[in-house]
């Protein structure tokens, strides 16, 4: 048994995320094998371009800068709407950057374009707070909606506030490449459906070899939570919304989830690659990311739970607020990862499933270097669904066995169910997994997965820690020290 590598994982994962979207500084890019590269970011000097100099930002280079205010007579008071000039600028301009002073401009309809090519939004302030966008639509608006793709858009540095009632504020943004949203939040309550929710982000890419980033993205403010809407008649919108037609690549990263209604994230339909890095989910109902599938990536992310001590301004109970829920609907795909991520959950509902749900709609995955702090009965850690019988969607591509490697399990009144249960996935592979929960008995639990094994385990406790049929696994080094429950810096290296 490895000590050192526990010790070091444990470290490692204890503090994953936890900073997720708290800064402004944009994350130096990662270079990801087989995606397309970021530009280097040239930021617009103070003093403004020279004649004839373009502006590059985020790698979308603008020939013309514009002030919202003194060139195109936006109110930046609030008073008059600013609808006209503004859809005038996203259906005239190109190779434009139009820059907005500090202050509260007011939006009464959605704007809506064709394509744009390299048009940019820009708050002008020290951070994001001090350009605000509202409308007093209830029913909801859409402050750019760009149907049909174009090349070149940039939204930074800017907030939308909901306001304590009227609808909420969405952004469909649909490019063939180079789609940057930079440093945006979105604050205030957020409605259900029937009283104006929007989906506040649709970050599209309509071709193939596209790139879209989503940097330093929060919204955290109070919502209405309600039931799945065939069950109740009612329902709600959710954060960011991806569909079949993205086919390039997107990558969320340095964000901040919190209090969504139903999925914060739902990207499992889309054809494309999606990245989720660096980012924070905190109670949030249904699923904080709905993802799976071959290209789909989530490293390095925190998802915590506590929805006894959730916002104060919330509406409604919450039902079921599962981590991530991996299927991939009607696709029916293998492929993608789950790496480096912190699932702590202090308390929840009744029905809540687990951290990780894998539906029998997504083949085989890999979930590693990844801890489970797990403190709610009923909860497990990692449930996995047999393809034969997907709930979600068709019955996933083989292969389908999973690889769980490098785990650390642990929670107070936990064991009530398996903290790992694997249904139907023949040749799935447990490795290097320290599991220490308060009843150690089935703690891990194997149906009808012949060919599997499980090596390098250790358990706290002695007791019959797994549920499976004799001669469908091989199980190798499997140890009972209390190895999960040390403290890292009380050991010499």
Not at 102 to 129: A, M
Request: proline residues 6%; contains cysteine.
């Amino acid at each position: 048994m490895n000590r050192r590598r526990y010790l070091k994982l444990f470290a490692a994962t204890a503090t994953v995320g936890v900073l997720a979207g708290c800064s402004q500084t944009p994350e130096r890019p990662e270079t990801v094998t087989s995606t397309p590269e970021e530009k280097p970011v040239t930021p617009t000097p103070d003093e403004g371009p020279t004649p004839d100099e373009p502006v590059i930002r985020y790698g979308i280079e603008f020939k013309t800068v514009l002030n919202a205010v003194e060139d195109l007579g936006m109110d930046p008071n609030g008073n008059e709407p600013i609808d006209d000039a503004f859809l005038s600028f996203l259906e005239n301009r190109r190779n434009t950057l139009l820059e907005f002073p500090p202050g509260t401009y007011r939006f009464d309809e959605s704007h809506e374009v064709e394509t744009v090519s390299s048009l940019g939004i820009r708050g002008l302030g020290r951070d994001r707070g001090a350009v605000v966008f509202t409308t007093p639509a209830r029913e909801g608006r859409r402050f750019v909606n760009i149907r049909e793709g174009g090349v070149g858009f940039l939204l930074e540095n800017v907030t939308f506030d909901h306001g304590p009632g009227n609808g909420s504020i969405g952004n469909v943004l649909r490019l063939d490449d180079k789609l940057r949203v930079q440093n945006v939040e979105h604050i205030g309550f957020n409605p259900t459906t029937q009283n104006g929710a929007l989906d506040n982000l649709s970050p599209q890419i309509l071709s193939k070899g596209g790139l879209a980033v989503v940097d330093n993205y929060v919204r955290t403010g109070p919502t209405h939570i309600v039931s799945h809407g065939h069950l109740d008649g009612t329902s709600n919108a959710g954060c960011i919304w991806l569909g079949e037609d993205h086919v390039g690549t997107l990558r969320i990263r340095n964000s901040h989830f919190a209090n969504t209604g139903t999925n914060s994230i739902y990207c499992s339909r889309a054809v494309g690659r999606v990245e989720i890095r660096n980012c924070r989910f905190e109670n949030n109902n249904q699923a904080s990311l709905r993802i799976g599938g071959k290209g789909s990536l989530v490293k390095n992310c925190t998802f915590f739970l506590d929805t006894d001590n959730a916002h104060p301004d919330n509406v409604g109970e919450y039902i079921n607020p599962n981590a991530i829920v991996w299927e991939t609907g009607n696709r029916g795909l293998s492929g993608g990862v789950i790496d480096g991520c912190s699932f702590v959950y202090n308390s929840a509902p009744n029905k809540t499933i687990a951290a990780i749900w894998a539906d029998g709609s997504a083949g085989a995955f890999t979930v590693k270097n990844s801890r489970f702090s797990i403190n709610v009965p009923g909860v497990q850690a990692i449930r996995i669904d047999d393809p034969e019988n997907p709930r979600l969607g068709k019955t996933a591509a083989k292969p389908w066995g999973v690889t769980l490697t490098n785990l650390v399990i642990e929670g107070s009144n936990a064991g009530v169910v398996p903290m790992i249960e694997i249904n139907g996935r023949p040749n799935s592979a447990l490795d290097g997994c320290c599991i220490s929960v308060s009843d150690a008995k089935n703690v891990v639990k194997l149906v009808q997965s012949p060919g599997s094994s499980l090596q390098n385990i250790n358990v706290t406790g002695t007791g019959e820690w797994l549920a499976a049929q004799q001669g469908e696994f091989v199980a190798q080094d499997i140890s009972y020290e209390r190895l999960c429950q040390l403290d890292p810096t009380s050991m010499s290296e």
